[in-house]
């Protein structure tokens, strides 16, 4: 079966977040992490036959959705959990903030490796917190987590670890050995270790992603799992998610948080979701196969055709963390953005110095904006 990520097509006249932005100028956005490939067919059958319907009220998760989630993460990753355990969400983002406000007082700390995505870095002070951040350490072309930097870093005060597995935006799917370094110490200081899981389905290495909370009882025991099916299927736009968390105390204490406050899944969110996990899965693997093909590409031009940036390889995600610092230049996004391309800023990140570059786009998209980059640097 084929699958087409090749057409381009239009999304400028559709409200995009994404293509917006750059609303009529000549610039191809290449920043938020939004696909510009259609979803599935399934998907799009099942949003149309909800449509049809006709009725939109206030909807419950589906039976079969629930019990899809519960076979996905035993057949994915030997993991058996219980449908209580499932926590609906419209976001991971919500999630964040209601993992920072769940434990722990006003003034305890929220733990995160940087640089990361943005919402770790101001969840905790929306939710009257203090953020420690621990930089990511960088070796062997890779960065990995630093298990004595955490243990240095944690006091009395300190009562949750936000965690990016994989990690947007440095493209790293950590490996059994360093989640467990990490998530060890967690226990041992009884850190509530909410895991944001949502690109585990974006592995390009063909190597397996590991669920932290499936590490050990324990483990599992301090640990919020966040997954979704937006980013994988191309979905943001239907804000449909969700946590998987075994403690009961933990679980009672951020449905309390989360009552009355974030909203419920909408109807075609869910309709999505169950037709993204029962029928997309051959979809899925194609579009692993484009991804890794364009990554291929990024890293080969960023590293060998533009002079003043490099990257290191993207084993998870359609995320390019480029190091720009030999770029000399005091703003490269306004740099790049004046060639027609527009990327993320890594300050955003916890970065100075570095931009991310989204390739979950069709190659004639990805081609061209890669030349105008290369174009701009040789006559800078």
Same mark, same amino acid.
């Given at each position: 079966?084929?699958?087409?990520?090749?057409?381009?097509?239009?999304?400028?006249? =559709?409200?995009?977040?994404? &293509?917006?932005?750059?609303?009529?100028?000549?610039?191809?956005?290449? &920043?938020?992490?939004?696909?510009?490939?259609?979803?599935?067919?399934?998907?799009?059958?099942?949003?149309?036959?909800?449509?049809?319907?006709?009725?939109?009220?206030?909807?419950?998760?589906?039976?079969?959705?629930?019990?899809?989630?519960?076979?996905?993460?035993?057949?994915?990753?030997? &993991?058996?959990?219980?449908?209580?355990?499932?926590?609906?969400?419209?976001?991971?983002?919500?999630?964040?903030?209601?993992?920072?406000?769940?434990?722990?007082?006003?003034?305890?700390?929220?733990?995160?490796?940087?640089?990361?995505?943005?919402?770790?870095? *101001?969840?905790?002070?929306?939710?009257?917190?203090?953020?420690?951040?621990?930089?990511?350490?960088?070796?062997?072309?890779?960065? *990995?987590?630093?298990?004595?930097?955490?243990?240095?870093?944690? *006091?009395?005060?300190?009562?949750?670890?936000?965690?990016?597995?994989?990690?947007?935006?440095?493209?790293?799917?950590?490996?059994?050995?360093?989640?467990?370094?990490?998530?060890?110490?967690?226990?041992?200081?009884?850190?509530?270790?909410?895991?944001?899981?949502?690109?585990?389905?974006?592995?390009?290495?063909?190597?397996?992603?590991?669920?932290?909370?499936?590490?050990?009882?324990?483990?599992?025991?301090?640990?919020? *799992?966040?997954?979704?099916?937006?980013?994988?299927?191309?979905?943001?736009?239907?804000?449909?998610?969700?946590?998987?968390?075994?403690?009961?105390?933990?679980?009672?204490?951020?449905?309390?948080?989360?009552?009355?406050?974030?909203?419920?899944?909408?109807?075609?969110?869910?309709?999505?979701?169950?037709?993204?996990?029962?029928?997309?899965?051959?979809?899925?693997?194609?579009?692993?196969?484009?991804?890794?093909?364009?990554?291929?590409?990024?890293?080969?031009?960023?590293?060998?055709?533009?002079?003043?940036?490099?990257?290191?390889?993207?084993?998870? =995600?359609?995320?390019?963390?480029?190091?720009?610092?030999?770029?000399?230049?005091?703003?490269?996004?306004?740099?790049?953005?004046?060639?027609?391309?527009?990327?993320?800023?890594?300050?955003?990140?916890?970065?100075?110095?570095?931009?991310?570059?989204?390739?979950?786009?069709?190659?004639?998209?990805?081609?061209?904006?890669?030349?105008?980059?290369?174009?701009?640097?040789?006559?800078?």
């Amino acid at each position: 079966m084929s699958f087409d990520f090749d057409t381009v097509f239009d999304r400028r006249h =559709t409200s995009s977040l994404k &293509w917006n932005k750059y609303k009529n100028r000549d610039v191809i956005p290449m &920043w938020v992490a939004d696909m510009d490939f259609q979803s599935a067919a399934p998907i799009l059958e099942a949003l149309h036959k909800r449509v049809d319907h006709g009725i939109f009220g206030y909807t419950v998760p589906p039976d079969e959705l629930v019990q899809v989630v519960v076979d996905r993460m035993w057949e994915k990753y030997q &993991w058996e959990i219980k449908p209580s355990w499932i926590v609906w969400l419209p976001g991971v983002v919500p999630a964040l903030h209601l993992a920072c406000r769940a434990f722990g007082n006003d003034g305890d700390e929220v733990l995160t490796f940087t640089p990361v995505y943005p919402p770790f870095l *101001t969840g905790p002070s929306l939710s009257k917190r203090q953020l420690k951040t621990i930089p990511l350490h960088r070796q062997a072309n890779r960065y *990995t987590m630093d298990p004595e930097k955490l243990k240095s870093e944690i *006091t009395s005060h300190s009562k949750v670890l936000l965690l990016c597995n994989p990690h947007n935006p440095v493209g790293r799917r950590y490996d059994r050995q360093e989640l467990r370094d990490i998530a060890e110490i967690c226990v041992e200081h009884n850190l509530v270790l909410c895991s944001d899981e949502i690109h585990c389905d974006l592995i390009l290495d063909g190597r397996p992603h590991v669920p932290t909370a499936t590490l050990s009882p324990e483990i599992s025991a301090h640990t919020i *799992t966040l997954m979704a099916p937006s980013k994988t299927f191309n979905v943001p736009g239907l804000n449909c998610a969700f946590a998987i968390i075994e403690n009961k105390n933990l679980r009672t204490k951020f449905r309390q948080i989360r009552k009355d406050i974030v909203p419920n899944v909408n109807a075609l969110g869910f309709s999505a979701c169950l037709a993204a996990y029962r029928d997309c899965e051959s979809w899925r693997m194609a579009l692993i196969d484009y991804l890794a093909g364009n990554k291929d590409i990024v890293y080969r031009v960023i590293n060998d055709e533009i002079p003043g940036l490099s990257m290191d390889d993207v084993q998870a =995600t359609y995320l390019a963390w480029i190091h720009v610092k030999e770029l000399n230049s005091d703003d490269p996004i306004r740099f790049f953005e004046n060639a027609g391309v527009g990327l993320s800023d890594g300050k955003e990140y916890g970065g100075e110095g570095y931009i991310r570059l989204n390739f979950g786009c069709p190659r004639k998209t990805l081609m061209e904006g890669l030349e105008r980059m290369r174009s701009a640097v040789k006559i800078g």
